[in-house]
């Protein structure tokens, strides 16, 4: 059973940026698509990235792109994304989630495995 444990989250001014890490434990990470989602208090959550299982196909929520860069080093077991230009909207808790569908979906119900989640708070 893969477990998955973000970390990076933080405090950052606006216009700042940060990169969160998910690595994935127990075992590879290889066949799966992996994403990221967010949460803001009040809201339902949302995906931010996705990646396919090979890191060619990648799909942004509109709000993030030229912003956010997703990418995996499946080596390492590791989903990152990078978070640049960060607003004050972007305040949320980030999740990283895999999907044994192996595509760049954006839909959660396509996964099945996520982690505790990082909080990210960008202050104005």
């Known amino acids: 059973q893969v477990q998955l444990v973000e970390s990076g989250g933080g405090l950052v001014q606006a216009g700042g940026s940060l990169a969160l890490s998910c690595v994935a434990s127990g075992g590879t990470i290889g066949t799966y698509g992996m994403g990221w989602f967010r949460q803001a208090p009040g809201k339902n959550r949302e995906v931010v990235a996705a990646?396919?299982?090979?890191?060619?196909?990648?799909y942004y929520t509109d709000s993030v792109k030229g912003r956010f860069t997703i990418s995996r080093d499946n080596s390492k077991r590791t989903v990152y994304l990078q978070m640049n230009r960060l607003k004050p909207e972007d305040t949320a808790v980030y999740y990283c989630?895999?999907?044994?569908?192996?595509?760049?979906?954006?839909?959660?119900?396509?996964?099945?495995?996520w982690g505790q989640g990082t909080q990210v708070t960008v202050s104005s």
């Open positions: 990646i396919s299982n090979g890191g060619v196909s990648t």
């Open positions: 989630a895999a999907t044994p569908s192996g595509v760049a979906g954006k839909a959660e119900v396509l996964y099945d495995t």
